[in-house]
């Protein structure tokens, strides 16, 4: 263990290039495994990320229960990517190949195998995950209806052929034809329904392409393929009343909550702030103001930006609304939105008083660029000193676990 954090953490200080070598030994070594990566760039860097997110929470866990539980989820998950036994010897390879060339002359007999017998470890938990599951590899699911609000958003229904277990507030990964290779993540729109279909909420961001293929090309009879749920954001019963705060298309996961609210009713007042950036993006808007009308222990305030204003002074808005309400110690807050939304939302939140350990949300990493504002990709220094979200689907949460 010792000897793995201390060389992990040379390692870190050159991440970006000792990712870089790994990827570059890995598709030189085994080229037939380059057509399982993305092929855009942008989404090869995303995937570096993404690797050392994964290394990093691993290293970060090595003496943590959840560890293998963890890697057994990776493991399973992994099957919609079509990694095979063969591929996980290859990848032990490249790693081991790229910590050695990243460490330079820190690099020492004992460190090699300590990094060894751990990549074996990581890899059998994850081999022994995905041969245990019962779960199909990903779950092929027929695009039913396509109803676009606007340009930009639309709302995908899908008939999964297979039962695809979810809960509400659980997200998916989705791929399709029209983009190989390239998966992205989405909140499940609705609570589990009695004809197993699901709504996908989708916000078409410029230059993403499987965003823009849903919007614009995906149609009714074509196939996509969705990753199992995960995420933690579900619904908490708890003896407290609870704000639900939702921005833009992040009134899905709220959505298929208050779905399952609206069925098993709470004890305790519900509070509803949906933002977006004007009036025409509050897209389920009659079915809010029908839930504000029916549901007595509901109320509910929509927040845009002032006119003429630029769409994020919503969440100035918003921040001012937030600190009129009180009662944020008792609360349990379920957030949902663009990254950055989220953090200065949770941030204002505890300046107001409510408790971390109270305020829910998961890491849905924006979709169709590698940066919240879609810019270049950061240099090593500032990723390091402004480490974005991990960029993987984090396979732990999901509900029930069958192991
Ligand atoms: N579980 C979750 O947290 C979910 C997150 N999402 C994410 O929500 C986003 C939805 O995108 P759109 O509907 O196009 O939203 P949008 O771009 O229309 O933004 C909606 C509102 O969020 C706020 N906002 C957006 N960017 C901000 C920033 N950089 N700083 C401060 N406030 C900001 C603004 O008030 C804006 O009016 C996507 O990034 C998606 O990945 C979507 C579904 C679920």
């Known amino acids: 263990m010792r000897i793995l954090k201390s060389s992990f953490a040379v390692v870190e ?3 970006e290039h000792a990712v870089k070598f790994f990827y570059s030994h ?18 090869m860097e995303r995937q570096r990320d993404r690797l050392f997110a994964a290394l990093t929470h691993v290293i970060a866990h090595l003496e943590n229960e959840t560890l293998v539980p963890y890697l057994r989820d990776l493991g ?12 996980y010897a290859a990848v032990g390879t490249s790693l081991i190949a790229a910590l050695a060339e990243a460490s330079g002359s820190a690099w020492h007999p004992q460190a090699e195998k300590a990094w060894s017998e751990a990549y074996q470890v990581i890899a059998d938990a994850m081999m022994a995950g995905a041969a245990a599951s019962d779960d199909p590899p990903w779950w092929d699911a027929e695009v039913v209806r396509h109803l676009l609000y606007g340009e930009d958003i639309g709302v995908l229904t899908l008939r999964p052929h297979q039962h695809f277990p979810h809960l509400p507030g659980q997200y998916t990964s989705v791929s399709s034809d029209r983009v190989p290779t390239t ?24 230059g993403g392409r499987l965003s823009t293929a849903l919007i614009r090309e995906t149609q009714p009879g074509d196939v996509l393929r ?41 004890d305790q007042d519900v509070r509803l702030f949906v933002v977006a950036r004007d009036a025409a993006h509050l897209y389920d808007r009659p079915l809010i103001d029908a839930y504000a009308d029916s549901l007595g222990w509901l109320s509910v305030t929509y927040i845009t930006p002032a006119p003429g204003q630029h769409r994020n002074q919503a969440t100035d808005r918003l921040a001012t609304a937030l600190s009129n309400r009180g009662l944020w110690p008792d609360q349990d807050v379920y957030l949902s939105g663009p990254p950055q939304f989220i953090r200065e ?20 990493p924006a979709s169709g660029k590698s940066q919240d504002d879609g810019s270049r990709p950061m ?21 029930p676990r069958e192991y």
């Open 13 to 15: 200080r050159r991440a």
């Open 26 to 43: 890995l598709f030189w070594h085994n080229p037939g495994v380059r057509d399982l990566f993305p092929a855009s760039f942008e989404d």
């Open 76 to 87: 399973r998950d992994h099957r919609k990517f079509l990694a095979g036994p063969e591929h």
């Open 183 to 206: 998966w992205r993540t989405y909140s499940l729109g609705n609570a589990p329904r009695a004809d197993g279909t699901l709504d996908l909420h989708v916000s078409r961001i410029e």
């Open 226 to 266: 969705l990753g199992a749920a995960g995420g933690q954001m579900t619904f908490r019963r708890e003896d407290r009343p609870v704000s639900f705060i939702a921005a833009g298309t992040g009134w899905a996961p709220v959505r298929a909550m208050l779905e399952d609210l609206a069925e098993h009713p709470p």
């Open 345 to 364: 939302t949770s941030y204002l939140l505890e300046e107001l008083g409510a408790r971390p350990d109270r305020i829910f949300y998961d890491s849905v």
């Open 379 to 399: 240099g090593f220094g500032e990723w390091f000193l402004n480490r974005p979200d991990p960029h993987w689907h984090n396979p732990s949460g999901r509900a």
